[in-house]
């Protein structure tokens, strides 16, 4: 073979490589709603992959819901359906505030995996890849209140505030949920493992869930429980809940909730993405 048939072919190769990494227009950044949006999708696709993660969502406020309906119902209504008018707008805000922590646990176990070493080096908006978890994580929330809803209907649950009073409760229960959340990404970057994460989340949520107005009357209570339970924020959320689904809503509880929304993402939201860019 002749040197310039050699040549040629080396020619061509160098030629292609350059065209390659030839400078061009660098495609442009993602916008922080573009970015947060494909994380979120992540988290979806993430379900669809394990779809036992729907456990929770769907076979949890199913249980917690005839359970406390039939436990209860006789002795503290007279009836389960007339104790579900009672239970059921505070059992749908038990079920999904308590499923607010596994958005803790898989930051957890993403970070574990080094995924967010990865994220790290990418041109994005830092915070997008914890509001993609959060985005991602208000689909398990919806299901949840949907399921409960479903079984409520089945069981006997007529809200007087119709479609719009249910929908606007589910609606503040999720931006409530929302921005709760952000606690538990916190606990997800400080804790060593997601067994840590799911002990404190448990401590934190057993007495907010459990000392509230979700089961019975705060006035039937000793007065020194009253005054934790009428603070909790459990409680306040439970009244705007129900308020809307009655379709008498109360205004100040309503703002108590959003306020405390806003609160939260400002103050948690802050800390998680401190401990997030010093990981």
Known sequence: MSSTETVAPQNVETAALAAVLAPAARPPRPSAWSASMTFGWRAMLKIKHVPEQLFDVTAFPLMMTLMFTYLFGGALAGSPTAYLQFLLPGIMVTSVVMITMYTGVEVNKDIGKGVFDRFRTLPIWRPSTMVGYLLGDLLRYTIASLVILAIGLVLGFRPPGGVAGVAGGILLLLAFSFAFSWLWTMFGLLMR??????????????????????????????????????????????????????????????????????????????LTMRLYNRK
């Open 193 to 270: 493992s997601e067994k840590s994460v799911m002990g404190v989340s448990m401590l934190v949520l057993m007495p907010l869930t459990f000392l509230s107005n979700v089961y019975v009357d705060p006035s039937t209570m000793p007065g020194w429980l009253q005054v934790f339970v009428n603070a909790s924020p459990i409680t306040h959320l439970v009244s705007a809940v129900r308020s809307l689904m009655a379709g008498t809503p109360d205004t100040g509880e309503v703002t108590w909730v959003l306020v405390s929304s806003a609160v939260l993402i400002a103050v948690f939201g802050t």
